[in-house]
């Protein structure tokens, strides 16, 4: 059974820091492309991240800079380092997996709110 699940979101203030964190079970984890989401009320879902099996990395342009993605493959982890936040970034985050080399993200967690204030 296929598993995402988010943890560390939480209340900070501007200009702070916080890590989350996705466990990941269910599915060869090194063969995916690992991706965070967010989603604030009343916008659309964003891709903040993500880091294909090679380790290559991408961001949205509004957190270049201040995000970084990153993966424990031996613990099946994916992480986001946010720093710098700002109330823009107050959402609902969710992390996502897809296949290499596939179009659709197949797997999703519940998401962790993180809020800004």
């Known amino acids: 059974q296929v598993q995402l699940v988010e943890s560390g979101g939480g209340s900070v203030q501007p200009g702070g820091s916080l890590r989350l964190s996705c466990a990941a079970s269910?599915?060869?984890?090194?063969?995916?492309?690992m991706a965070w989401f967010r989603q604030a009320p009343g916008k659309a879902r964003e891709r903040v991240a993500r880091?294909?099996?090679?380790?290559?990395?991408s961001y949205a342009d509004s957190v270049k800079g201040r995000f970084t993605i990153s993966e424990a493959n031996a613990l099946n982890t994916l992480y986001l380092q946010m720093n710098s936040l700002n109330t823009d970034d107050t959402a609902v985050y969710y992390c996502?997996?897809?296949?290499?080399?596939?179009?659709?993200?197949?797997?999703w967690g519940q998401g962790t709110q993180v809020t800004v204030s």
């Open positions: 880091i294909f099996s090679t380790g290559t990395t």
């Open positions: 269910g599915f060869t984890f090194s063969n995916y492309c």
């Open positions: 996502a997996a897809v296949p290499d080399g596939g179009s659709s993200y197949n797997y």
